[in-house]
């Protein structure tokens, strides 16, 4: 059976965490990368990560959530990564639909700065704010995270071309790829090199991306064990190059 890995969930909000990991392992779902959204829930979410060999923490700010951040959270946030070296940086970004642009570029840009001085791979949200995010990894350019990847990835072929061959970006595709009438994603996926691809949840049952490595190995008419078996290395080879990136381990938990 074809090994699976969700790229992008957040366990923290499962009412039942365990039937979660029990649903996720009887599908061939073997880890699960969990990403935190503000300071409230960065301990459940490294606890999950001590506690369930299968679950990869990320700690972050997420763009709906800068509002009542508490001044020294940076270096809250640098403190618990430097405790505990597996973890990464997520889920951090930009959306042009929640207020405030000028304080989610700062505290987006800061957490970039973080998971690069610590070399920690960084899972980024980004809605209708690419151009924008394309600038800011301009002028940031000598001093980005070693890994980044584009989560829930609905933009254009052209900026997915931009961001892996400027940036060699990865793109996690979530369920949302299975609406079959969303033309735009489907189109990517197509153009999208095999070996940048990803997949994730974005919810609390990462059982779910089977379903999805099912649509995307139909889209791009490659055999569904195939497409498993490439989209599982692809996320392997992030774990252990934010490892490598930090010089700390030889292997990954
Ligand atoms: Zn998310």
Known sequence: MPKY??????????????????????AGVVGAICNATSPTDWDIVVDLSQKYSCVYGCIGVHPWHIAGLIPGWNDKMREILRRFPTLMVGEVGLDKNHPN????????????????????PIFIH??????????ILKLNRRNLPPVMIAHSFTGSVE????LASEYDFY?????VVMDTGRVRVAECIRMTPPNRILVES???NP????DVIRRIAEIKSIAMNDMADIV??????ILENGQTAQNAFTVWK
């Open 171 to 175: 793109f996690s595709y979530s369920p």
């Open 202 to 204: 974005d919810n609390s």
């Open 101 to 120: 642009m000028p304080t989610q570029e700062s505290v987006f840009i800061s957490q970039m700065k973080i998971a690069c001085d610590m070399a920690r």
């Open 159 to 162: 900026i997915m071309q931009r």
């Open 232 to 237: 599982y290395k692809n996320t392997i080879g």
């Open 126 to 135: 980004c809605v209708g704010a690419w151009e924008r995010m394309l600038h």
């Open 5 to 26: 890995i969700d790229s992008h969930c957040h366990l923290q909000d499962c009412t039942d965490i365990n039937s979660a990991i029990s649903r996720m392992t009887a």
């Open 207 to 210: 059982a779910v991306v089977v």
